[in-house]
């Protein structure tokens, strides 16, 4: 079965970075669209970002310009470089398909939380 595993969060001040991975195992992710999603209290899940199978990368617009995902395929995972955190960006991020008609279950994500 599929597991996708989140690491790399932490807790940093605004203005810093951190580089978030997706570990997948079960599923090959350069065969589909990939992508990042950001979970706060009380609110929906969003994508933040993606990456197509032929390497196009989208990103949600408060995010694009600071934030850069990518894959490895070679080692069947995601990341997500995240530079000038700020406090919007504070979250619970989970990696997933973006493809249609595909979505693995959801891992545990990994906490991201940004101080002023």
């Known amino acids: 079965q599929v597991q996708l595993v989140e690491s790399g969060g932490g807790l940093v001040h605004s203005g810093e970075s951190l580089r978030l991975s997706c570990s997948a195992s079960?599923?090959?992710?350069?065969?589909?669209?990939v992508g990042w999603f950001r979970q706060s209290p009380g609110a929906q899940r969003v994508m933040v970002a993606y990456?197509?199978?032929?390497?196009?990368?989208e990103y949600l617009g408060t995010v694009k310009g600071r934030f850069t995902i990518s894959r490895d395929s070679a080692e069947n995972t995601l990341s997500l470089q995240m530079n000038n955190l700020k406090p919007e960006d504070a979250g619970v991020y989970s990696c997933?398909?973006?493809?249609?008609?595909?979505?693995?279950?959801w891992g545990q994500g990994t906490q991201v939380t940004v101080s002023s």
């Open positions: 079960g599923t090959n992710l350069s065969a589909n669209a």
């Open positions: 990456i197509t199978r032929t390497g196009r990368k």
């Open positions: 997933n398909s973006v493809q249609s008609g595909v979505l693995w279950p």
